[in-house]
Structure formats: structure tokens, C-alpha cells
């Protein structure tokens, strides 16, 4: 009997096979949740340096944002622990529109 | 994350074992659990992660850590490899469950016809002994035969699984439930098979009915109360029941 575990959702493959082709990557993960937020605790988006992204870690409303400091963890060699919450629809500002907060850590895959 | 530690956390996943990855979110220090000696408030944390499969983060001696459990996938037993089947095999995984295919009919359980799903072409009786539906395993009954169906629904029933649904009319469950009360099984065991099987969205393809099948099965692990009025704003016809098809 065969095991295909095969998950289109699995990040962390992504993650790794990027890394074994030579690519920088870091990996972010949703920590913590307040309120309505669009994804769950554990959800994992993976970036790579040259800009590749797998997942996600809201409904894209901070996806940009976690990607920056995904790059700057990648060339710092150290993890961030970021807070988004709820964004003014009216100015330029990263934040969740659905009126949820999240906390964010980033680290590199070193 | 350290590659190793990925490596080793994939290498867990992969064989299908429970675990736990630890975070220290004020460095990245990091764990697997149960695999390292981790102190003792953070084994319990983990051992409760694994219980109700939510990630989350909590206080161990003044410090933050992250607690992100991987259960194995959970496991879809289907009876008959149907056209039906084949429609369900590609919704699977992405929705995090491992299928497996039951049919002793060898012209149909074929490796061309549902590749890359865990086939077995035992008789379903001997199939269920060895896969042992537990709490994590939904079965669903497709091939219409009670040679082969009835089996694995008396098999399925006397276990824990989570979800048991069967196809078949109304009338087609009627005598199945007939068959099933000469079996032994009462009207609670019975009243834990979803028949007709699959969310009454007038699905008549296969893939439709896949659709409709792999929703019910999403709704009971997640245990969505199915037929009651939604709390906010009722779409004008938010008709929902569970598994009656005109």
C-alpha cells in the first residue's frame, strides 16, 4: 500500500525544495489571532529572495508587507516577531481590513 | 527554522507520526516534540496541541513559544473505485486527507485509473480489519453492491470513525438499513450513516457529487451544524441538510 501524503497545501515541502535548488528562503508563521482574522494560527507563507511566494498568512491584505521583512530577516540571519492590526481603510497603511489582528514570526531558513 | 529541523519534522510527516514543532519566538530557538527532551510544561502544552490540532502560543517560564502540532492526515476509506472515487482522489489531499480505495474488483481499482491514491483489493471486510477506521477516518461507501458495501458499513459502524456516509437512493438505504438492523446495528448506529451520502447541493455529475460528499465530510470534522439557520445574515435560500437529495 502506497502512503501519498502528497498536500498542495505543504509549505514547508515548498519551502525546503527551494532551498535545496539554491534559493535564500525564510518562513513566516501566524502565532496569534485576535477577532476576525482570515487565517488560522499555524498558517505559513514561505518567501524567497528573489521574490517566489508559497501560502499565506492572511488573505493577502499583509502578504507584502511579511515578504519585506521575510527579505530582511533573510539578510540579517535573525527572526522577527511582527503585529499587523486593523488598517484604516482610508490611509496607505498595511493592515487587515477585516478588523482582525495577527501576530507574525519570521525567520530565515538557515 | 534550521534546514535540519525542517528536514527532520518533514522526515516525521512523512512516515506519519504525530508531532509538535516548538518556537522560541524571542530567538527561533526550536524543538520537535515528541522526538527531544523538552521541560516538562512544554511536553504538556505539545501533548494538548496534538488533542485539539490548534496551533498556538504560550507563556513557559516568562518565555513565548509557539506550539504548531502535525497530526498524520486524516484518512478517507472509499468503497468502490467509481467513477465517483475518481473524482473524490484529486480533492483529497489539498483538503488535508489521505484516501484510500477499497475494491476487490480488479478491472477497477487500477493505479491508471486513481493514480496516486493507496489502493486495496481485499474484500472489504478483510480491508476494514486492516485499516482500522478510527476517529480520524471518515468512510464512505460508493460501489451500490451489498456484497461490498454492507461490509464495510458493519466494519465501520463498530468503529469510531468520524463520518460514514453511503450512496444509494432513499429507497436503496431503506433495504440497506433493513440489512444492517439483521446485523445487529440499532437505530443510533444507524442514525450515524449519511444517506443519501453528500450535502444536497442537486449534485448530478460525479464531480459534483464528489463535491457534495467531500463538504459533508469537511463539515462533520469540522463540526458544522449543518440544517440549523446560520447566526448572522440568512441567504434568501440558505437551504442546508444533511445528505436529503430530491
Known amino acids: 500500500m502506497t502512503t501519498d501524503t502528497t498536500n498542495s497545501e505543504d509549505i514547508l515541502a515548498t519551502a525546503a525544495a527551494w532551498k535545496a535548488a539554491g534559493e535564500s528562503v525564510a518562513i513566516a508563521t ?3 489571532t485576535w477577532g476576525s482574522s482570515p487565517r488560522p494560527a499555524g498558517s505559513r507563507l514561505a518567501v524567497t529572495a528573489s521574490g517566489r511566494l508559497a ?4 488573505g493577502g491584505c499583509i502578504e507584502g508587507a511579511v515578504a519585506d521583512a521575510a527579505k530582511q530577516a533573510m539578510a540579517s540571519g535573525t527572526p522577527q516577531l511582527l503585529d499587523f492590526g486593523v488598517s484604516d481603510e482610508r490611509a496607505w497603511e498595511v493592515g487587515l481590513s477585516c478588523g482582525g489582528k495577527v501576530k507574525v514570526f519570521v525567520e530565515p531558513l538557515a | 527554522m534550521k534546514a535540519e529541523t525542517l528536514a527532520r519534522l518533514q522526515a516525521e510527516r512523512a512516515a506519519q507520526r504525530p508531532v509538535v514543532l516548538l518556537t522560541r519566538l524571542t530567538d527561533g530557538a526550536e524543538h520537535l516534540w515528541p522526538q527531544d527532551t523538552v521541560p516538562e510544561a512544554l511536553a504538556e502544552a505539545a501533548h494538548a496541541a496534538l488533542g485539539s490540532e490548534k496551533a498556538g502560543s504560550v507563556s513557559v517560564d516568562g518565555e513565548p513559544w509557539f506550539i504548531h502540532p502535525h497530526n498524520p492526515p486524516l484518512r478517507i476509506i472509499v468503497v468502490g ?5 475518481q473524482a473524490m482522489a484529486p480533492m483529497a489531499a489539498p483538503l488535508g486527507f ?3 480505495v477499497v475494491d ?11 493514480p496516486g491514491v493507496s489502493l486495496n483489493t481485499d474484500w472489504p471486510d478483510e480491508a476494514m480489519a486492516t485499516l482500522k477506521p478510527d476517529a480520524r477516518t471518515a468512510v464512505v461507501t460508493l460501489t ?3 456484497k461490498l458495501d454492507d461490509p464495510a458499513l458493519d466494519a465501520a459502524l463498530k468503529s469510531d470513525a468520524f463520518y460514514i456516509g453511503a450512496l444509494g437512493s432513499r429507497r436503496t438505504h431503506a433495504k440497506r438499513v433493513a440489512r444492517l438492523n439483521e446485523l445487529g446495528h440499532g437505530g443510533a448506529a444507524i442514525a450515524r450513516i449519511h444517506a ?3 450535502l444536497d447541493i442537486e449534485a448530478v455529475t460525479a464531480p459534483e457529487i464528489a463535491l457534495s460528499v467531500m463538504a459533508e465530510i469537511v463539515a462533520a470534522r469540522r463540526g ?3 440544517g440549523a439557520p446560520r447566526p448572522l445574515p440568512a441567504p434568501a435560500e440558505g437551504r442546508v441538510s444533511i445528505g436529503i437529495s430530491a
Open chain 1, 30 to 32: 501566524v502565532v496569534e
Open chain 1, 55 to 58: 501560502g499565506s498568512v492572511s
Open chain 2, 81 to 85: 473505485a467509481v467513477h465517483i472515487a
Open chain 2, 98 to 100: 489521505q484516501m484510500i
Open chain 2, 104 to 114: 476487490p474488483r480488479r478491472a477497477f481499482a487500477t493505479e491508471e485509473r486513481l
Open chain 2, 144 to 146: 451500490h453492491d451489498p
Open chain 2, 196 to 198: 443519501p451520502v453528500g
Open chain 2, 224 to 226: 458544522a451544524t449543518l
